[in-house]
């Protein structure tokens, strides 16, 4: 198999004669091919399978110890100009990027087989969706990349048609941690990543195309793409309403993509359309709509369990493949926070032993198609996408953010999402439990200037009237003792009650500095073991403790000098103005 476009097929050619594959497969998406490309690494060891009764077609793929999460300090967005990516990016010159990687790539296919994987980031016949070529070495990922992502020849027939793909070229080179890269080219639609096997290193439509690169082609053509989830919210009454919500890595967005609503709130139903990622567009009406890009899941597994995710716990026993976590006897899957079952093998394959650490890597994974999934759309394949009505950001903060609060409009919504924060989490290179300021959960992700970013959010007001509103919730508020007040999970509901009904003005609120808040009594706590003071605690905003932070926030706006937009640094003043009267 071979394409009909000459741009691609000289692409091929050209990595090809650099790597020098054994063979060169084209990939078609079909089962068939899923199935013996699982056939080969089961044989190679690749892959082992997982007990077939218990998790019929599920495997268990261990990485590499050096291997297992995503290298933000190995990430690179490679532009002619250092301003241009930004200092919420590493940056290097296309010439020295490519001057890096290229010679790691030389030869470095030889008795492997180069895959060649064409896929389409979104539902196939929509216009909101765009096209990707990966050539990779590792069949791993081709088979989660039929799981993420439409691939194959109906991908290839829509590229052929357009003549335009992002070229994404990977290896998994030998793992080496010193000749690890993964390198953007904005201005050439590519990228190069090679030395890692992991996820979001190696799964290139997913964050290296579906929101580094997408997001630069979505500036300039007048659209977001974004690290949210989209949720749908059906009332008793029929009424759905859509809502995208972005927090960062393990703060939730997978367990409220996929809530269930609690007995206390009956007739409720809660639709997934994704978990991870949204690409947002404004239609012919002004109206702002979503598509997900992805068609799977790729998710953080600890701590899935039934209390805690439902959904995901059920749909993750078939069908599936798991990176990283430990075994049972009985060769079940096992992490920690499962609550059944107990660990004989962990993560790296040896005979589990606590002083060794958890029997599964805190980034342990589980890779599985949407359609499993019992909170499933089927509108996450509609071409037009879904009307969303709000957009909601949050982090994982002790003290300072309240359960809930509304942003006074797009502009203070802007501030709202630029200036969230979280502890960092096992996802990421880095301190975990260290705050870090993560604006929109696109810190790791935004693949240009976040002040260049944030004037492209604040252009939004002169594209269209009908805007949703911006939220801010905070599941993870906590008392002296480190108690969470907030019950969190199924009750989040509630919330997003309150926030369905400030969209369509069946409630008030109340002004703060921060926003507006819900009044007293207007979240239902109906059946449940909550007190009002402990309401009010988590509805309470402490003004000292918003001074700092939003000090905090002026300083790292300065980091992006002169670049910030006026609007956001006005309103991160009003901010200051406000709490200072009080």
Known sequence: ?????????????????????????????????????????????????????????????????????????????????????????????????????????????????????????????????????????????????????????AALERIEREGTFVKGQHSTGDLDPERRFIMHFPDELSIKSIGSGYGGNALLGKKCHALRIASQQARSEGWLAEHMLIMGLESPDGETHYIACAFPSACGKTNLAMLIPPHSLPGWKIWTLGDDIAWLHIDTEGQLRA??????????????????????????????????????????????????GEPAFDWQGRKYDPENGPAAHPNSRFTVAATNNPSYSALADAAEGVPISAIVFGGRRAKVAPLVFEARDWQHGVLVGASVGSKMTAAAFGEVGKIRRDPMAMKPFCGYNFADYWTHWLSFPERTKKLPKIFHVNWFRQDDDGNFLWPGFGENLRVLRWIVDRCENRVGARETPVGYLPNEGDIDTSELDISADTMRELLSIDVEHWRIENEHFADYLDEFGDRVPAALRKEQQRLAAKLAEL
């Open 1 to 153: 198999m071979t394409t009909s476009l000459a741009t691609l097929q000289k692409w091929v050619d050209e990595v090809a004669s650099h790597t020098r594959p054994n063979n060169i497969h084209w990939c078609t998406g079909s089962d068939d091919e899923y199935q013996q490309l699982i056939s080969k690494m089961t044989a190679d060891g690749t892959l082992s399978p997982l007990n077939q009764d218990k998790y019929p077609n599920c495997y268990l793929h261990l990485s590499d110890p050096t291997d297992v999460a995503r290298v933000e300090h190995l990430t690179y967005v490679c532009t002619p100009n250092e301003e241009d990516a930004g200092p919420n990016n590493n940056w290097m010159s296309p010439v020295e990027g490519h001057a890096k990687v290229d010679p790691l790539f030389a030869g470095v296919m030889q008795g492997r087989t180069m895959y060649v994987i064409p896929y389409c980031m979104g539902p196939l016949d929509s216009p909101y969706s765009r096209c990707g070529v990966e050539i990779t070495d590792s069949p791993y990922v081709v088979v989660n990349m039929k799981l993420m992502t439409r691939m194959g020849s």
């Open 291 to 340: 598509i997900n890009p992805e068609s799977g899941y790729f998710g953080v597994v600890p701590g899935t369990n039934a209390k805690t995710n439902q959904n995901a716990f059920d749909m993750i026993h078939k069908d599936t493949i798991f990176t990283n976590v430990g075994r049972t006897a009985d060769n079940e899957p096992w992490w920690e926070g499962k609550k059944v």
